[in-house]
């Protein structure tokens, strides 16, 4: 009885050895599926924040994309503006060497020795006539016109006001 008392104590705390051994095991494969699923949602959470990124870059990839187009084009409108700004100069440069020329022969008729050349420079046109180079155009009023080629251009109020006024020139 002796011996069977002992094989009993000894299958006993072989029993409570196992049970503890598979309690220990069952704890640490409970806390392994529960890091598991942790991780699993961890991982899951940082797939989406990369596809967020990936998308993020890849709008950002468009819109740098566009505003490399936009930027281009502006660029292109610069140069085009420059070009208009220096040729619109230039212009400008003509025109008032024309007017210089053009108003250096108008005081040398308004001082000329010939007295009806003279006179009549001088003479102040009537407001009725000014009024009428509003609506006067070069071209077409006659049958041998040639659209402004001889240099003739529109009458413009401006124009009218110049004549208008005696010495203003």
Known sequence: ???S???LIMISIIAIAIISLFTFVGTQLYVAIQNAKALTIKVNSLQANLANAEA???RLTDEIEFTELINKNLLKDRKLLSDI???SNQESRRLQNELEVANEKVKQIRVSKNENLKSWANTVMPNDAVSLLKYARAA???ADSDNYQ???HDATSRHA???SAPNSF
């Open 161 to 163: 006001a110049i004549l």
């Open 150 to 152: 001889a240099g003739i």
């Open 1 to 3: 009885m002796l011996m």
């Open 140 to 142: 077409g009023n006659y």
């Open 85 to 87: 700004r220096n040729k």
């Open 5 to 7: 008392r002992t094989k």
């Open 56 to 58: 993020d870059v890849t």
